[in-house]
């Protein structure tokens, strides 16, 4: 079954307390998205990758991190830094950055209590 | 401000009339323009893509339409159903940063029997 997944769809922590939110694909695509998205908002990126071993800082960078060990999997670290880190987060991946029709993954929903 | 505007906010109809979703946009030059469909507590599915030579694309019900020389698009809808409900986002590519996708807020479409 190919795709990109998500987990956990929903994901709940205490102010203050690092998180971890998963992402995986099999699509074999390398380029990896993160975005956020806040009601009444588009979505916002995060972070993104473009090739194993290598990643950039989007928009709205502050208070996250990644890695990119493996093509197939992109973490994304929500620290404590994040100021408002309740949202919902959406992984995306695509062939390349330069053919970039973006698939997305069903999303986690993060709430910081 | 915005580079890509979407009108309006919300929309009810029922089932089986027509409707029109617009998109306008202020990026210059662009790539593609797309349409996705986001289901409540999921990700975005594409419906279209269109590059800046096409001037309309259809997925099954769905038409989108696109005039660049007024940097507008529009979604149009046919009979539609239940399934239908979902909130629709236009992105656009900015023709000099491929990566990255300038999102709309989004259309959210309730369809009532």
């Known amino acids: 079954d190919g795709g990109i997944t998500q987990s956990p769809k929903y994901l709940f922590r205490k102010e203050g307390q690092n998180v971890t939110l998963s992402c995986e694909q099999n699509?074999?695509?390398?380029?990896m998205y993160w975005y956020r998205q806040d009601p009444g908002q588009g979505l916002r990126l995060i972070y993104y990758s473009q090739i194993v071993n290598d990643f950039q800082k989007g928009d709205i960078a502050e208070g996250y991190s990644v890695s990119r060990e493996k093509k197939e999997s992109f973490p994304l670290t929500v620290t404590s830094a994040q100021k408002n880190p309740t949202a919902f987060y959406l992984c995306?991946?695509?062939?390349?950055?330069?053919?970039?029709?973006?698939?997305f993954g069903p999303g986690t929903r993060l709430t910081v209590l | 401000k915005n580079q890509v505007e979407q009108s309006p906010q919300s929309l009810i109809i029922l089932e089986g009339k027509n409707c029109t979703l617009q998109c306008n946009y202020t990026v210059s030059p662009f790539s593609n323009l797309r349409w996705y469909k986001q289901d409540t507590g999921r990700g975005p599915v594409s419906l279209t893509i269109?590059?800046?030579?096409?001037n309309t694309k259809s997925n099954g019900r769905y038409t989108a339409t696109l005039d660049a020389d007024t940097k507008q698009s529009s979604l149009h809808i046919t009979a539609s159903q239940l399934s239908d409900s979902a909130s629709y986002i236009c992105?656009?590519?900015?023709?000099?940063?491929?990566?990255?996708?300038?999102f709309g807020t989004g259309t959210r479409l309730q369809v009532f029997p």
């Open positions: 995306a991946s695509s062939i390349s950055a330069v053919i970039n029709e973006q698939f």
């Open positions: 699509l074999n695509h390398d380029a």
């Open positions: 269109m590059t800046f030579s096409e």
């Open positions: 992105v656009v590519i900015d023709l000099y940063n491929t990566d990255k996708l300038i």
